[in-house]
């Protein structure tokens, strides 16, 4: 997969690049990630990006010619092809469904937003997505950007040390993911529960499922309201303290 970046401020997003998971799946070359700097399309000889909006308003707008150009260079340097997604507090909600998605994409273009925003005939004629992690206010799409790059080469095949990790993360099954203990077995008095050190795998995998299911219901209970549960798990809920049918509501 190659995945391409172009963004006004290209510093903030080479540095998270270099580190971790990411870095290694880069060496390995499961993934090609390219950084550009929309101003070096930009005319003129200060390089100018943005400019003040239409009809007044505080703040600056990213002005259409340089977003255009640089996207249509960048779009040139790869024969493969693949959505040209905006980072946007207007763009639809990422999440881990739409990462796996793009995990099966041969290219992704990423262009980040700053300021008040883009103009909007980028968003129009130029995009063919746009994406947001949130409901909060960022300065720019820089860190959304990171956000979907690092998500969508976890997906990718090689790029985790453990082939089952991603796998088990939360959301993969639409759950929290359970507790994890490692080394010492006890420390400052807490001790890990004796059910991941008993070596019965069955009982811990059911231990396990059923602390998914409590810690979502405790703490995202819109999730539990599309979870399968067996009848078993409804009763152990409820033992619990928590009805799974008021998560519904």
């Known amino acids: 997969m190659r995945i391409d970046i172009l963004t006004l401020f290209p510093g903030m997003i080479r540095g998270p690049l270099d580190e971790s998971i990411v870095k290694r799946a880069v060496e390995a070359g499961i993934v090609d990630i390219q950084v550009h700097d929309i101003r070096d399309w930009a005319e003129g000889k200060h390089r100018v990006a943005d400019d003040s909006p239409y009809g007044g308003g505080p703040g600056m707008v990213m002005k259409p010619e340089p977003v255009f150009a640089a996207t249509e ?48 005939r980028i968003h129009e004629h130029l995009a063919t997505d ?24 976890r997906q990718l095949p090689g790029a985790l040390g453990c082939a089952d990790s991603a796998a088990d993360d ?26 991941l050190v008993s070596g019965h795998h069955q009982e811990i995998e059911r231990w396990r499922r059923r602390r998914n299911l409590l810690l979502t219901a405790q703490r995202r209970p819109d999730l539990i309201r599309d979870a399968s549960l067996s009848d078993d798990e409804r009763e152990w809920l409820a033992e619990q303290g928590v009805d799974p049918a008021e998560s519904r509501q």
């Open 73 to 120: 260079a960048v779009i040139e340097m790869s024969e493969d092809r693949g959505p040209i997604i905006l980072m946007t507090p207007v763009g639809r909600r990422f999440d881990h469904s739409v990462a796996v998605d793009l995990s099966n994409e041969k290219r992704l273009i990423l262009i980040c937003g700053h300021y008040e925003g883009l103009d909007a």
């Open 170 to 195: 939360s959301f993969v099954h639409g759950l929290l993911e359970a507790p994890q203990y490692t080394r010492p077995p006890e420390y400052r008095g807490w001790e890990v529960p004796e059910m």
């Open 130 to 153: 746009e994406l947001s992690i949130g409901d909060y206010v960022l300065s720019g799409g820089e860190l959304p950007a990171l956000v979907v790059a690092e998500s969508v080469v």
